[in-house]
């Protein structure tokens, strides 16, 4: 089992910036994909991107390529963060954003919520106009 809690969500303005952290732990040793999803009220859950266990390899939504960047911090093989960096901010990136930790294929970067088992509570994130 993986423990996921986010931190960092707030309003700022248009144009501004924010940094969301999620600090992931589990009791045995493993290795999984972390990815940060966003929920908007009356939307689905979609993909914000993804990083895989290794670092190497990420994925992001067309919506923040070039805007967002993630990253991961293996502490140690039980205790890891995943950052979100949000730059450029705007108003249609108003949402819930949640962390998910898939555990079946570390080595990838999947996009869809279903592939990820384990989540965190999730963090408001509002952008004023």
């Known amino acids: 089992q993986v423990q996921l809690v986010e931190s960092g969500g707030g309003l700022v303005q248009a144009g501004g910036s924010l940094r969301l952290s999620c600090a992931a732990s589990?009791?045995?040793?493993?290795?999984?994909?972390l990815g940060w999803f966003r929920q908007a009220p009356g939307k689905e859950r979609e993909i914000v991107g993804t990083i895989n266990w290794s670092g190497s390899r990420t994925a992001y939504a067309d919506s923040v390529k070039g805007r967002f960047t993630i990253s991961r911090e293996n502490n140690n093989n039980n205790n890891n963060t995943v950052h979100l960096q949000m730059m450029r901010l705007k108003p249609d990136d108003t949402a819930v954003y949640y962390c998910?930790?898939?555990?079946?294929?570390?080595?990838?970067?999947?996009?869809?919520?279903?592939?990820?088992?384990?989540w965190g509570q999730g963090t408001q994130v509002t952008v004023s106009s």
């Open positions: 998910a930790a898939d555990t079946t294929t570390p080595w990838a970067t999947p996009t869809h919520a279903s592939e990820y088992e384990y």
């Open positions: 589990r009791r045995t040793f493993g290795t999984y994909t």
